[in-house]
């Protein structure tokens, strides 16, 4: 057996990495001084200790849901976007443009409208770095790091030069018109103790849709076959009569356009408003949801819950303990992040070995026994 049982690679090594992603945590936390015990206490009390934490958690958790599906649509063709930054802030724009430019008469029909133009312009951005891979064979990590800071470079000066409300010195569009507003928790979910300040909205239930959409995409879908069979051997769908320039192209759409539509969580749900830098490193934690989901929507939902919790967790960390920078947060973060992703085969290669050794002493005790 060169594989393990799919509960240890689903649900075993992703929990080990974890620990060891914490345990480090708990190192970096006693060498400055603070106890790590009572560290991992506040946040998680911060994370999931009220419905104020909920609505924190969640909120960053819808955040990630869409770019870790983003990013989890183009593993499944072996491409890496990470892109998602890039992709999520252009998307951002194309829902500033329809909710400022249309006087929509209900947030339902202006909700359609927004997923709309978040995912086009989110694809739309994705579609020249595909575009190189499929046809020139630019390789797309370069190509999406690029389209990152040059989408950051527009924003700002679209939200400068063109979007900023005359008078104003803020950096920001004009807030949207209240037809367009989403229903916060409080509106859905008040009998569970939300209150007016809790971000969490109604997009949380659109990521979810998503990843429905996801699933039934890639495995329940002829596309969805040939983006797994692209992603497995390229030369062999070739050979089965699959189009590689056209799986590249779809692909990187449907992964930019997911990315994009992250924008209606902030953009829309939130800020009411296109604000800078509204992405805030969503798209890059997408690629540690992604890894850490094994390109899953079940998975990527559960990661997207770990990393929401790690963000709000984190800013109550810095309330209540205040020798724990904003910037040992982000370590704290970034181990995670490293453990899950990068170092992923550091717990994968002996938790293989074992499960091999495994097999082959119970074949060994069966060859051994006399037959009955």
Same mark, same amino acid.
């Given at each position: #057996?060169?594989?393990?049982?799919?509960?240890?690679?689903?649900?075993?090594?992703?929990?080990?990495?974890?620990?060891?992603? /914490?345990?480090?945590?708990?190192?970096?936390?006693?060498?400055?001084?603070?106890?790590?015990?009572?560290? &991992?206490?506040? #946040?998680?009390?911060?994370?999931?200790?009220?419905?104020?934490?909920?609505?924190?958690?969640?909120?960053?958790?819808?955040?990630?849901?869409?770019?870790?599906?983003?990013? !989890?649509?183009?593993?499944?063709?072996?491409? +890496?976007?990470?892109?998602?930054?890039?992709?999520? !802030?252009?998307?951002? =724009?194309?829902?500033?443009?329809?909710?400022?430019?249309?006087?929509?008469?209900?947030?339902?029909?202006? =909700?359609? !409208?927004?997923?709309?133009?978040?995912?086009? $312009?989110?694809?739309?951005?994705?579609?020249?770095?595909?575009? *190189?891979?499929?046809?020139?064979?630019?390789?797309?990590?370069?190509?999406?790091?690029?389209?990152?800071?040059?989408?950051?470079?527009?924003?700002?000066? /679209?939200?400068?030069?063109?979007?900023?409300?005359?008078?104003? &010195?803020?950096?920001?569009?004009?807030?949207?018109?209240?037809?367009?507003?989403?229903?916060?928790?409080?509106? +859905?979910?008040? $009998?569970?103790?939300?209150?007016?300040?809790?971000?969490?909205? $109604?997009?949380? +239930?659109?990521?979810?849709? !998503?990843?429905?959409?996801?699933?039934? *995409?890639?495995?329940?879908?002829?596309?969805?076959?040939?983006? %797994?069979?692209?992603?497995?051997?390229?030369?062999?769908?070739?050979?089965?009569?699959?189009?590689?320039?056209?799986?590249? &192209?779809?692909?990187?759409?449907?992964?930019?356009?997911?990315?994009?539509?992250?924008?209606?969580?902030?953009?829309?749900?939130?800020?009411?408003? =296109?604000?800078?830098?509204?992405?805030?490193?969503?798209?890059?934690?997408?690629?540690?949801?992604? =890894?850490?989901?094994?390109?899953?929507?079940?998975?990527?939902?559960?990661?997207?819950? *770990?990393?929401?919790?790690?963000?709000?967790?984190?800013?109550?960390?810095?309330?209540?303990?205040?020798?724990?920078?904003?910037?040992?947060?982000?370590?704290?973060?970034? /181990?995670?992040?490293?453990?899950?992703?990068?170092?992923?085969?550091?717990?994968?290669?002996?938790?293989?070995? +074992?499960?091999?050794?495994? %097999?082959?002493?119970?074949?060994?005790?069966?060859?051994?026994?006399?037959?009955?």
């Amino acid at each position: #057996m060169d594989k393990m049982p799919k509960w240890a690679d689903v649900i075993l090594i992703p929990l080990i990495s974890v620990l060891l992603a /914490l345990v480090v945590s708990g190192l970096v936390v006693a060498i400055i001084g603070e106890s790590p015990w009572q560290a &991992m206490q506040v #946040m998680v009390r911060g994370a999931f200790g009220s419905a104020y934490g909920w609505g924190y958690t969640l909120y960053y958790a819808t955040n990630f849901i869409f770019t870790g599906l983003a990013v !989890a649509v183009a593993f499944h063709a072996r491409l +890496f976007n990470i892109g998602g930054e890039g992709q999520a !802030a252009i998307g951002g =724009l194309g829902v500033a443009i329809i909710l400022l430019n249309v006087a929509w008469p209900h947030w339902t029909i202006a =909700l359609i !409208a927004a997923v709309i133009f978040s995912a086009a $312009f989110g694809a739309a951005w994705a579609a020249v770095p595909a575009y *190189l891979q499929a046809k020139r064979g630019s390789h797309i990590v370069i190509t999406t790091i690029m389209f990152n800071y040059i989408a950051s470079a527009l924003l700002v000066y /679209l939200l400068v030069n063109v979007f900023r409300v005359e008078g104003s &010195m803020a950096p920001e569009s004009a807030r949207f018109a209240a037809e367009t507003h989403l229903p916060a928790a409080a509106d +859905f979910a008040g $009998f569970l103790g939300f209150g007016g300040s809790a971000p969490l909205n $109604f997009t949380f +239930f659109i990521a979810l849709a !998503a990843c429905v959409g996801v699933w039934l *995409l890639i495995w329940r879908t002829r596309l969805g076959y040939e983006i %797994r069979s692209f992603g497995h051997s390229e030369t062999a769908a070739v050979y089965a009569g699959i189009n590689p320039v056209k799986i590249t &192209m779809i692909t990187m759409l449907i992964s930019g356009g997911l990315a994009g539509m992250m924008a209606i969580n902030v953009v829309m749900g939130e800020a009411e408003r =296109l604000v800078l830098d509204f992405v805030e490193g969503a798209g890059f934690v997408g690629i540690a949801v992604a =890894l850490m989901g094994r390109s899953h929507p079940v998975g990527v939902v559960l990661a997207a819950l *770990l990393f929401g919790a790690l963000y709000q967790g984190g800013a109550e960390l810095q309330f209540e303990m205040p020798a724990i920078s904003r910037e040992m947060v982000v370590v704290i973060q970034a /181990l995670v992040i490293l453990f899950t992703g990068a170092l992923d085969n550091m717990v994968r290669m002996p938790m293989q070995a +074992f499960f091999l050794s495994l %097999r082959r002493r119970r074949e060994a005790q069966a060859h051994n026994s006399p037959a009955e």
